[in-house]
């Protein structure tokens, strides 16, 4: 169980520390620091491979990986598609929409759990 692992929040917040620095992605890239989120996040998904490869696949290793696929989708999409011309704005709305209801379901997440247990 979840409770024998030492640090057994951490697993929980994994997901979290993806989507706050994939949230950041439109602002990071204004200021020109595009190759350093590529950097960061290519370091945080590889240790983050290395400590979960020897990992069982259950629901939570799942819904990461469906969160991670769903950030690149939207960053290939990005870079693959050019918005329509009435709204340029697009790829940051959607951004903002996919990580808005990663919050929002953590904030519930972790809000049942507290007066769960």
């Given at each position: 169980t979840s409770r024998d692992q030492p640090f057994p929040i951490m697993r929980r917040f994994r997901c979290r520390c993806n989507n706050?620095?994939?949230s950041m992605f439109h602002l990071l890239s204004r200021d020109g620091l595009t190759v350093l989120?590529?950097?960061g996040?290519?370091?945080?998904?590889?240790?983050?491979y290395t400590s979960l490869r020897d990992r069982t696949w259950d629901r939570t290793l799942y819904l990461f990986v469906l969160s991670l696929a769903g950030?690149?989708?939207?960053?290939?999409?990005?870079?693959?598609?050019?918005?329509p011309p009435r709204y340029?704005?697009?790829?940051?709305?959607?951004n903002?929409?996919?990580?808005a209801g990663h919050f929002g379901l953590f904030f519930c997440y972790f809000n049942y759990r507290q007066i769960v247990e």
């Open positions: 706050s620095t994939f989120y590529v950097a996040m290519g370091v945080y998904l590889t240790l983050t950030c690149v989708v939207l960053h290939l999409l990005e870079v693959v598609a050019t918005p340029p704005y697009l790829y940051p709305v959607l903002s929409l996919y990580c």
